[in-house]
T-cell receptor
Framework: DAGVIQSPRHEVTEMGQEVTLRCKPI?????LFWYRQTMMRGLELLIY????????DSGMPEDRFSAKMPNASFSTLKIQPSEPRDSAVYFC?????????????FGPGTRLLVL | SQQGEEDPQALSIQEGENATMNCSYK?????LQWYRQNSGRGLVHLIL?????REKHSGRLRVTLDTSKKSSSLLITASRAADTASYFC??????????FGKGTTLSVSS
């Protein structure tokens, strides 16, 4: 299996621009997670989906952030408009949720820099 | 919010020495997991210990769990330069997603 695939790997954009991050989870996994990692705040869960349905989006910073999962093999995280404080590494992870045990598999991340 | 807190925040040792990292958490859990993150990469799962287990081994890794103290430790024996990474604990409560701590940064020098 190719693992979790994220694109792009690096993104540099200017403040006010729209940014779209993409994720392809591992085939057969039924849960997908978006995280943001910064030195100051560590690893933060933004939102997660179970069977393509958003379950908890309480970590989404504000209305500028939105996430979709139109099917089991694709998800997007969109920031519009982007701001310098959004600069971070964004990770997507997927898991096969079975009962109380869940191991998450992380993608390589998208390093976002907003100027 | 973050439930797990790793200690120490940073640890520097020589190759061949053992490295011990600790994790404390706040509420009851189903299980606790440890992940490793190499610089510039995503997190990788290392080991999972259930709430009814006290100790678990995987190769050079040894994990203990004390639910009465709400704490866990990760021991890496005979460390190698390749063990240089950040290590995170993550707790799993019923009905919620995993909650990760801020991590311990381990540096192993040769």
């Amino acid at each position: 299996d190719a693992g979790v695939i994220q694109s792009p790997r690096h993104e540099v954009t200017e403040m006010g621009q729209e940014v779209t991050l993409r994720c392809k989870p591992i085939s057969g996994h039924n849960s997908l997670f978006w995280y943001r990692q910064t030195m100051m705040r560590g690893l933060e869960l933004l939102i997660y989906f179970n069977n393509n349905v958003p379950i908890d989006d309480s970590g989404m910073p504000e209305d500028r952030f939105s996430a979709k999962m139109p099917n089991a093999s694709f998800s997007t995280l969109k920031i519009q408009p982007s701001e310098p404080r959004d600069s971070a590494v964004y990770f997507c992870a997927s898991s096969l949720r079975q009962g109380a045990q869940e191991t998450q598999y992380f993608g390589p991340g998208t390093r976002l820099l907003v100027l | 919010s973050q439930q797990g807190e790793e200690d120490p925040q940073a640890l520097s040792i020589q190759e061949g020495e053992n490295a011990t990292m600790n994790c404390s958490y706040k509420t009851s859990i189903n299980n606790l997991q440890w992940y490793r993150q190499n610089s510039g990469r995503g997190l990788v799962h290392l080991i999972l210990i259930r709430s009814n287990e006290r100790e678990k081994h995987s190769g050079r890794l040894r994990v203990t769990l004390d639910t009465s103290k709400k704490s866990s430790s990760l021991l890496i024996t005979a460390s190698r330069a390749a063990d240089t990474a950040s290590y995170f604990c993550a707790t799993d409560q019923a009905g919620t997603a995993l909650i990760f701590g801020k991590g311990t940064t381990l540096s192993v020098s040769s």
